[in-house]
């Protein structure tokens, strides 16, 4: 696969930053925290799958952790966490909040690397309160623990900070497809202006490559030249093991991480998935479902040091964070969930009320830039479509942060709510859920 072309002036200028003081200005730290929990001494039920049903973990196949990084300028911090979990609740992010004493709630990104073998996050979530097959119920030992844990990663990298450089990287990986949808003739994109932060969507054919299969990385490097982390951006549901795996593991973000810290001792890798609601990985080599996700994490670490190796430097210029609350559209569910629903004996009404008690009303959207690195936390699991809009706008190095500081369900565009399907019965607030988070967006440019 071809290295991605870097335009000419960007080329100009990294060659002058190579005589320049890389490191005024810009530090860095990273901790990392077990949130492992003990499953002899507990049963706990895994995420992601509820063909599961009541079956807990039987056992540990490598352990699951939040990795945190810290970033500091002379004026302002931003952290990251990147988090072996499902999905990430906003009441866990609240709970991070409170033990951690002036730390403000858009300074702060939490992202879920949405492994299908970690603990059910849903016990973290301070709504679930009721009953549903295969999903878990609140538990506040729960919260107060992973959020504990969390807590202390970050603080630990706030004790470690040095200077460091900031590298962006990005590569064509071709190691996710579209697994819905991939059959729709024409596809609603992009969101065109019709007045300020009035949107209609419109149509035309979707590009033959989807820029969503980049793999982007942005590396934080030592004054001796070594990373001290690198966050690595990808699509990819990491849903390799199925629901038949019973025993707590990251899959391949934890993979990936484990080989590529091995090869960079004192190093961090953090994996935060981007725009993955219709994106599964191309795990096709291998016999055993362990075999595909050891060779398919090897092949993801082939393109993340490929992205290092071509990597450039660029000055920092400062931290700077936008954030949005904004207001969910009403609680909708599916047609097609109603359907399925109704079978199970529940009625429209009661699914009504049980989906507005579980679901948010509001959400929170943040943009953060650190130096010529940008990201956006998207709270939620948008699909390649949408994904593709929610990046227009910005440089084609921005990281889409899926999952990051709430779960609000999959994020179809309209057409894709109406086809329906897995996804858009995940996805609760109507057809008009994806512009409401576009422009969001659009609002913080």
């Not at 966050?231 to 973000?253: G, Q, R």
């Not at 008009?432 to 988070?437: K, S, T, V």
Request: charged share 20%; net charge positive.
């Amino acid at each position: 696969m071809q290295a991605m072309l870097w335009p000419r002036w960007v080329l100009s200028w990294t060659s002058l930053t190579l005589f320049l003081p890389c490191f005024a200005g810009l530090s860095a730290g990273v901790g990392r925290a077990t949130i492992t929990p003990d499953v002899k001494s507990q049963k706990v039920p895994l995420g992601g799958y509820t063909a599961r049903g009541s079956k807990t973990a039987t056992g540990v196949r490598d352990p699951v952790y939040a990795r945190a990084i810290v970033l500091r300028s002379e004026s302002d911090r931003i952290g990251i966490v990147s988090c072996d979990m499902l999905t990430l609740p906003r009441s866990l992010k609240r709970a991070v909040l409170e033990r951690l004493p002036g730390w403000q709630e858009d300074h702060l990104i939490l992202a879920a690397t949405h492994t299908h073998c970690a603990p059910d996050s849903q016990r973290l979530n301070q709504k679930m309160t009721f009953p549903v097959p295969g999903i878990a119920t609140f538990q506040e030992k729960a919260l107060d623990w992973t959020a504990d844990q969390i807590a202390q990663a970050v603080r630990d990298a706030e004790r470690n900070m040095q200077p460091v450089s900031l590298r962006l990287g990005m590569q064509q990986a071709g190691l996710s497809r579209l697994r819905r949808w991939q059959n729709l003739t024409r596809e609603p994109q992009p969101l065109q202006r019709s007045g300020p932060l009035g949107w209609d969507w419109v149509k035309r054919p979707a590009p033959e490559i989807p820029e969503e299969d980049l793999l982007r990385i942005a590396e934080f490097v030592r004054s001796d030249g070594q990373p001290l982390a690198v966050v690595v951006n990808y699509a990819a549901h990491p849903t390799i093991f199925s629901e038949k795996m019973l025993e707590v593991s990251a899959e391949y973000p934890g993979e990936l991480a484990r080989r590529w810290e091995g090869k960079h001792p004192g190093g961090m890798l953090l994996f935060i998935n981007g725009a993955q609601g219709d994106r599964s990985p191309i795990a096709d080599d291998g016999v055993t479902e362990e075999e595909k996700m050891q060779r398919y994490a090897g092949r993801v670490l082939g393109i993340v040091e490929r992205a290092e190796k071509e990597a450039i430097i660029y000055p920092f210029d400062g931290i700077k964070v936008r954030s949005a609350e904004i207001q969910l559209p009403p609680v909708q569910p599916h047609p097609q969930l109603v359907e399925q629903v109704a079978k199970q004996g529940i009625s429209k009404e009661l699914l009504q009320r049980v989906a507005e008690g579980f679901m948010p009303k509001t959400t929170i959207c943040v943009w953060g830039k650190v130096g010529a690195w940008e990201f956006i936390a998207v709270p939620g699991e948008p699909t390649t479509t949408v994904g593709r809009e929610l990046r227009r706008g910005f440089p084609q190095t921005t990281h889409l942060f899926g999952l990051a500081n709430d779960w609000i369900g999959y994020i179809p565009t309209p057409d894709q709510y109406r086809v329906g399907g897995y996804e858009a019965t995940v996805s609760f607030n109507g057809p008009g859920l994806a512009a409401a988070i576009v422009r969001a967006f659009r609002s913080l440019l």
